[in-house]
């Protein structure tokens, strides 16, 4: 399986922007999915994900603020994130977990990723 994420970029605070993640496979169906990020000199957190059972989760810093969503029939993950901060600068990575019906947060629990894709909130 390979994860293919696409638009990131930079934005000033209040901004918006849209990430997408392609699959080449069709692991979202029966995967947990999520977005997770790394800003320098810190640990990879998780952001928001989908539970292999529909369930949501997001970190507490961007309820409100990000949704996620996703397409099986397109193998399409997508973050909408809206009011940005600037400590929402970040590495944005879209990962994938077999067998995790719920929607983790934890690194750890993902099993396929992307190469990433930098956001800039200024």
């Known amino acids: 399986v390979q994860l293919v994420e696409s638009g990131g970029g930079s934005v000033q605070a209040g901004g918006s922007l849209r990430l997408s993640c392609g699959a080449s496979?069709?692991?979202?169906?029966?995967?947990?999915v999520g977005w997770l990020r790394q800003a320098p000199g810190k640990g990879r957190e998780g952001v928001a994900a989908?539970?292999?059972?529909?369930?949501?989760g997001y970190r507490d810093s961007v309820k409100g603020r990000f949704a996620i969503s996703k397409d099986n029939a397109k193998s399409t993950l997508t973050l909408q994130m809206t009011s940005l901060r600037p400590d929402d600068t970040a590495t944005y990575y879209c990962?994938?977990?077999?067998?995790?019906?719920?929607?983790?947060?934890?690194?750890?629990?993902?099993?396929?990723w992307g190469q990433g894709t930098q956001v800039t909130v200024s």
């Open positions: 990962a994938a977990a077999r067998m995790v019906r719920w929607p983790s947060l934890s690194q750890h629990d993902y099993n396929y």
């Open positions: 496979g069709s692991i979202y169906g029966d995967a947990c």
């Open positions: 989908i539970g292999s059972d529909g369930t949501r």
